[in-house]
């Protein structure tokens, strides 16, 4: 099983919560959307390499499941791990957790491309960044 990381954590604001008194969906795609970007880091997809302006990483399929509500100053975790690795594409699961009570509140698994943002399409993630998904994902 491929290891879990940290890959965010944080509060959950008033205005985080919509009219019914939880969080809105918006802020847990916020929140998952952050998580995102640190487990691309920890795969050396850094903030310099993607200011290159070479390459990218986007989002082609995401699916959320709701698990229980969050209100306004509950505290949450998201812990994420790999799924899949391939030539251009990563699937991966976040788990976001309400940190006081241990309930998993959404789970969120997504696919994403590594991309060539001149040519505008898909191509091979960097020897090093497949090295490191691969060793995560062997639970390295």
Known sequence: MSKQI?????AVYPW?????GHMNIA????????ANWNLFYELGITPS???SGDYGMAGVQQ???YRQE???GDVVEVRSRLLEVHAT????CH???NIESGAVAAVCELTAVHLDRKAHKACAFPAAVRQAAETLLAGG
């Open 6 to 10: 940290k890959t965010y954590r944080g």
């Open 16 to 20: 985080h919560c919509d009219h019914m």
């Open 27 to 34: 802020w847990y795609v916020s929140k998952f959307d952050e």
């Open 49 to 51: 390499y993607l200011r």
């Open 63 to 65: 699916n959320i499941s």
């Open 70 to 72: 969050l209100f306004a």
């Open 89 to 92: 594409r990563i699937r991966f």
């Open 95 to 97: 788990d976001m957790r």
